[in-house]
């Protein structure tokens, strides 16, 4: 269930193996330092035993065991709430894999709780590369954090509008191909991108604002930038939403072209074996005073008119485009 677990003290993380969680609590009281407790998918039990020692509400412990949370921010005490969807496109299935994070952020620790998708290894080892930035304490971690998620964002982002590309030449080629499925199947996951990126923007812009402090004044600057970031991915989201919608109502378009040009075909075709089929229908009839009927040329004469009638509707129809 525990992933990480470091006490953090002036930026540096203090040296030694990992803390237990009974070291971990001791020791978020020291003064000038905070630990940062990762955890993943921990069920009931486990995760009343992380609540105890950190003092977390009960409420925010429901969220964090049940997950399936909408990106939210809520205070509980001096301790934040952050609720974060993780986005990961995976482009051989063409989904977005969502994960979602639970952060805990109070001056003394940080708990962070996974869900699914969304490791976090790689922004610990970043910002402890940054003691500058470490210094400001777990608000700073919260940055981190947010900012390696909206870089996801962005990332996904790319996948989605290289396969909205793809499509868009689909549609438009020459191939007799129907992509309705992929498109229909591309509006789901953009649906499912939307629900993820922007409920976290109004979260972001809260901490942006100053609204709570557990954030320094010094660090406002830091989520403006996340917030601008997020801004501009959710802008991209809106615009696949609405490029997808144009792209399936040219497909049904050109769907509707098709079905109409084989339908003239089929009418052209039609008309043209009408001729056999009427003069074969008349002689058929058996009747003794047919025309020619004795006639020694008579029914190479008929053949002749038949193909001569045939000929002239298929160059008719030619030219008017419905062979």
């Avoid at 047919?290 to 009638?309: K, N």
């Amino acid at each position: 269930m525990i992933v990480n677990c470091a006490v953090y003290e002036d930026g540096r993380r203090r040296p030694g193996e990992d803390l237990s969680l009974e070291e971990a609590g001791r020791v978020c009281h020291e003064q000038g330092a905070f630990v940062w407790l990762g955890v993943f998918e921990p069920d009931a039990a486990e995760f009343e035993e992380i609540a105890t020692k950190f003092n977390l509400h009960e409420l925010a412990v429901e969220d964090a065991v049940k997950a399936h949370q909408r990106p939210k921010i809520e205070l509980f005490g001096d301790t934040l709430l952050v609720v974060v969807k993780t986005a990961q496109y995976v482009d051989s299935n063409e989904v977005i894999e969502v994960g979602e994070l639970l952060i805990f952020v109070n001056p003394d620790f940080i708990v962070t709780v996974r869900h699914g998708d969304g490791e976090l290894s790689g922004v610990r080892e970043r910002i402890e590369r940054r003691p500058d930035l470490l210094r400001h304490g777990s608000a700073m971690v919260l940055y981190a954090i947010l900012d390696h998620v909206v870089d996801g964002y962005e990332e996904a982002a790319e996948g989605v509008d290289v396969d909205i590309q793809e499509v868009e030449r689909q549609v438009f080629s020459e191939e007799r191909t129907n992509p309705a499925e992929r498109i229909y199947k591309l509006e789901r996951e953009v649906l499912d991108f939307t629900a993820a990126a922007a409920p976290l923007s109004v979260a972001v812009d809260e901490i942006a604002r100053g609204h709570f402090e557990a954030v320094p004044d010094e660090l406002h600057e830091y989520f403006r930038d996340v917030h601008d970031h997020l801004r501009r991915v959710n802008g991209r989201i809106a615009g696949f939403r609405e490029l997808l919608s144009s792209v399936l109502q040219a497909n049904l378009t050109q769907v509707s072209v098709q079905q109409n040009e084989d339908m003239r075909k089929i009418s052209a075709w039609v008309a043209i074996l009408a001729v056999p089929t009427m003069v074969a229908g008349i002689y058929g009839m058996n009747f003794n005073d047919m025309p020619e009927l004795h006639w020694r040329f008579g029914y190479p004469t008929v053949l002749i008119f038949i193909a001569i009638a045939c000929l002239t509707l298929h160059r008719r129809f030619r030219r008017i485009g419905w062979l």
